[in-house]
């Protein structure tokens, strides 16, 4: 057997690695699906999210027949705001309007989680409520020159510099990371539960 995780994200590597510390001998091997990641039409944000998840995870499967057993462990975030999604900024002045949205207002972080071993598939969607102090134009253009913006969600890293603007979160901080770790101990612990079973 063999868990994989279906991202290139080193914030997701360092999670899943705590997330899986109290399984025996746990160790994972990562791969980078390419998927296509629109939303469709009249998709609800949580739905977008957990399908992209189940994409990855089922991505990442087809990139690892070659490994003993895989079970393949994919995630996905958005930030939701006024019921809009903000994805990843397209340049810096995307970067920047996302962040002037996001001063001194409260939004939604949804990461969705998925695991499948080519037979079976589970999820979990986990939602957490992030709210921003107020920015100034400065702070924004600041932030966005660092470069840390332009490859996460929403336009922010709350591990990183960006969380100097988080004021108060109410969830799970890990999800906001990139992979909430309660959530993905449970699946781990029901995927191997359920291979028990057979």
Not at 104 to 113: D, E, K, L, P
Request: glycine share 8%; proline share 5%; hydrophobic share 40%.
């Amino acid at each position: 057997m063999t868990w994989v995780l279906a991202s290139s994200s080193p914030r997701r590597k360092e999670l899943l690695a705590q997330a899986g510390f109290t399984q025996a001998q746990f160790q994972f091997v990562q791969v980078s699906p390419d998927i296509d990641e629109s939303q469709l039409a009249l998709e609800t944000p949580s739905a977008y999210v957990t399908r992209l998840a189940l994409e990855k995870a089922q991505a990442g499967l087809a990139l690892s027949r070659h490994l003993p057993h895989p079970k393949v462990i994919g995630s996905d975030t958005i930030v939701v705001l006024d019921g809009q999604l903000l994805g990843k900024p397209t340049d810096p002045q995307d970067a920047e309007r996302m962040l002037t949205s996001l001063s001194g207002r409260t939004h939604t972080v949804m990461t969705a989680v998925a695991i499948t071993n080519g037979k079976r598939a589970l999820s979990r969607l986990c939602q957490t409520q992030v709210s921003f102090t107020s920015l100034s134009q400065q702070d924004i253009a600041k932030y966005v020159a660092t470069g840390e913006p332009m490859d996460k969600a929403g336009a922010y890293g709350i591990q990183g510099l960006g969380g100097c603007f988080v004021s108060e979160i109410s969830g799970s901080y890990s999800s906001v990371v990139g992979l909430p770790l309660v959530e993905t101990r449970a699946l781990l612990a029901a995927m191997m539960e359920q291979d028990d079973t057979l």
